[in-house]
């Protein structure tokens, strides 16, 4: 219900109840996903973990294995003299591929379960497992090949980290690839790409495409 700040044996803070749950689902990045073996062994090669950290940033070799917890919102109080009758948190979960959803769900659910008093809504856009397609599939190799004659290097088939249109494709049987520009100014103010970079990328998609079909 909510109370006056001098009254705190009225009514529980909502705002101290959401700060207990975030340290909870924390947590979560512990669980461990069963990698298939065509990924565990593609991730275990030296030259994609460095094209991994490369591509994604110092660090995120350690971050493609496992879960991660984004705690994206977290509202709550309307004064500082005020106990919070109400907050809300808005938890950005990334699951890594071998973890199923429905795994990470259950044990949600059974933190949730120390929290009666609080409830759960789940977005609606975000169904989904994690999805993969085969990294000896003929399009990666067609993609390395123009991406080698038009740079001078191959880059390897890694997993990245952000969601992409890819689970679309893949949900209808549709092996799906992404070669995109770098993300190392995306989610950030001044979001950007290199127009160099950007027609370079178009160019590489012609060509795959052209080669694929041909």
């Not at 030259?47 to 490369?54: G, K, M």
């Not at 979001?191 to 080669?211: G, K, S, T």
Request: charged share 20%.
């Amino acid at each position: 219900p909510g109370a006056h700040g001098a009254y705190p044996h009225l009514s529980r803070s909502a705002t101290k109840i959401a700060a207990r749950l975030v340290t909870e689902l924390e947590s979560l990045e512990t669980l461990t996903p069963q990698m298939p073996e065509q990924v565990a062994r593609v991730m275990d090669d030296p030259a994609v973990r460095a094209a991994i950290e490369r591509g994604l940033g110092k660090g995120a070799t350690d971050v493609v294995p496992r879960l991660t917890v984004n705690i994206g919102v977290l509202q709550g109080g309307v004064k500082v003299n005020m106990l919070p009758g109400e907050a809300v948190i808005e938890a950005d979960l990334r699951l890594p591929v071998g973890l199923p959803r429905a795994a990470v769900l259950a044990a949600v659910e059974k933190i949730l379960a120390r929290y009666p008093e609080v409830t759960m809504e789940q977005g609606k856009s975000q169904n989904f497992d994690a999805t993969w397609s085969d990294p000896e599939h003929a399009m990666v190799a067609i993609v390395q090949r123009n991406v080698e004659a038009a740079l001078g290097f191959r880059p390897p088939a890694i997993v990245t980290l952000g969601g992409t249109d890819c689970r679309f494709w893949r949900a209808r049987g549709v092996p799906a690839y992404v070669y995109g520009c770098s993300p190392d100014r995306m989610g950030a103010p001044d979001e950007r790409v290199p127009i160099d970079e950007f027609l370079h990328i178009v160019r590489i998609h012609a060509l795959a495409a052209f080669d694929y079909l041909g």
